[in-house]
């Protein structure tokens, strides 16, 4: 397989595992919000605060993991080498 072909795998991996990893922390957190908002309802809304900026972190983990991907995808640093080293 030629550099760009594994260019796109690495980005499919990337993706995926950002995905499913930012996929688990958000379920996780939801859920640890729901429990705690059944168990104690008059703490809803520190709560729902609470869980919004988590949320926000965890996504932004998702977002770093797609612009890594676009990086790797369209402007790869090591582009300019491999096909330097692919013409000698």
């Known amino acids: 397989m030629d550099f760009f072909t594994w260019c796109m795998i690495s980005a499919g991996f990337a993706m995926a595992l950002g995905s499913l990893g930012t996929g688990l922390g958000m379920g996780n957190a939801i859920r640890s919000a729901v ?15 609470t869980l919004m900026i988590g949320l926000a972190m965890i996504e932004s983990l998702a977002i770093y993991v797609f612009v890594v991907a676009m990086i790797i995808l369209f402007a790869n640093p090591f582009t300019e080498q491999v096909i330097n080293l692919a013409t000698r």
Do not use: F, I
């Open 35 to 49: 429990e705690g908002v059944a168990r104690n309802p008059g703490a809803s809304g520190k709560v729902l605060t």
